[in-house]
C-alpha cells in the first residue's frame, strides 16, 4: 500500500471514529440525475483472496469520475458481515458506515440493475463522485456454521475525494478542506483537518498532512500537528501549543489557506502555523497519527 492510498484509507476511519457517539444527520440529496451509466456492475476478474478485496473499490470503481484518487473496497461471496438486508433499502441502511455516508438512501440515486445487482450513485453536475453496487447473493446464516442464505448486502463501493463532493458531505463527516493560492480545494490525501467529537478528544483538533507538503529529508509519510492537544495526549508531542504567537521569519509557506487563516510550517518541520503572520496558532508536530479507540 503506498503512503497516500494510506493517509486515505486513515481518513475513512477517522471520519467513523471522529464522528463516534454523535447522532447521524441528513445526508445530501443529488443535484442531478446522472446520465446513464454503461459501465458493467461485474468485473471478469478479481483478487483471489478477501483480504486483497480490502481498499479495491471494484466494478464500482469503474463507474466514478473522479480527477484524484478513488477510494473504495469490495467484498466476496459468500458474504459474511453482519450488514446484509432483506430489501436492498435494508442493505444501504446496514452498510452505511461502508461508504462514509449518514443517512444513505437521501443521498443516492438508484441508476440501474443488472441480473442480481443494483447500482445508486451520488453525481454531482452529472459527473458520479460516489457508487455503490448492492448484491442479492449468498452470505453466510451467521449462526457460526458455513451454510448461507440469499440477503442483499454491499458489494462494492467507491468514492472520489471529499475536496470532489458537494460541501455538506465534508461538513457531516467533520473534516475542514483546505485550498491553494488559486481558491481550489485540495483533496484530503494532500492535507486535511478535523476536530475530534463526542468522548474522542474534546476539543482537539489535527491536521494532516501529505509529507511532501512539509518538505525536507525524510518526509515520506503523513505528518500530523495538533490543536490544542488534549491532556490525555501529552506524550505524543516534545512541543506544547502556542496560542498566539507571530510566525517565524524563516518558517515556509506552504500556500494553502482555510476560511482565511493561511498555513506555514517550521523550518525544523516541528510546529505548523495557523493564521495570520502577526497572530498565529502554532500546532505542535504529533509523534504518531491520533485516532479514536
Request: with cysteine; glycine share 10%.
Amino acid at each position: 500500500m503506498t503512503r497516500r492510498s494510506a493517509l486515505l484509507g486513515a481518513l475513512v476511519v477517522l471520519a467513523m471514529t471522529a464522528l463516534a457517539g454523535c447522532a447521524a444527520t441528513p445526508g445530501v440529496v443529488s443535484s442531478t440525475r446522472p446520465t446513464t451509466v454503461d459501465a458493467p456492475l461485474t468485473l471478469a476478474s478479481q483478487p483471489a483472496t478477501d483480504e486483497a478485496l480490502i481498499g479495491w473499490p471494484g466494478a464500482a470503481g469503474q463507474i466514478v469520475r473522479c480527477s484524484g484518487p478513488v477510494v473504495g473496497t469490495t467484498r466476496g461471496a459468500p458474504y459474511g458481515g453482519e450488514d446484509v438486508g432483506t430489501t436492498p433499502d435494508a442493505a444501504l441502511e446496514a452498510g452505511r458506515s461502508w461508504f462514509s455516508w449518514d443517512g444513505a438512501q437521501n443521498g443516492f440515486s438508484f441508476v440501474k440493475e443488472a441480473d442480481d445487482r443494483r447500482l445508486y450513485v451520488l453525481d454531482v453536475d452529472g459527473l458520479v463522485k460516489q457508487a455503490l453496487i448492492l448484491r442479492h447473493g449468498p452470505a453466510l446464516r451467521g449462526d457460526g456454521t458455513r451454510d448461507t442464505v440469499t440477503r442483499w448486502w454491499l458489494e462494492s463501493w467507491a468514492r472520489c475525494d471529499y475536496a470532489e463532493l458537494p460541501d455538506e458531505v465534508a461538513r457531516e463527516r467533520g473534516l475542514q478542506l483546505w485550498t491553494d493560492a488559486d481558491g481550489r480545494r485540495q483533496p484530503t490525501s494532500t492535507l486535511v483537518s478535523f476536530d475530534f467529537r463526542g468522548d474522542c478528544f474534546p476539543g482537539t483538533t489535527a491536521l494532516d498532512v501529505d509529507g511532501p507538503v512539509v518538505g525536507g529529508s525524510g518526509e515520506d509519510a503523513p505528518v500530523e500537528y495538533v490543536r490544542a492537544p488534549h491532556p490525555d495526549l501529552r506524550s505524543y508531542f516534545a512541543d506544547s501549543y502556542v496560542e498566539h504567537t507571530a510566525v517565524p521569519g524563516d518558517a515556509i509557506d506552504s500556500g494553502y489557506s482555510r476560511a482565511g487563516d493561511r498555513l506555514w510550517f517550521a523550518e525544523d518541520r516541528r510546529f505548523a502555523y495557523i493564521g495570520s503572520e502577526d497572530d498565529a496558532e502554532a500546532w505542535p508536530r504529533s509523534s504518531q497519527p491520533i485516532r479514536c479507540a
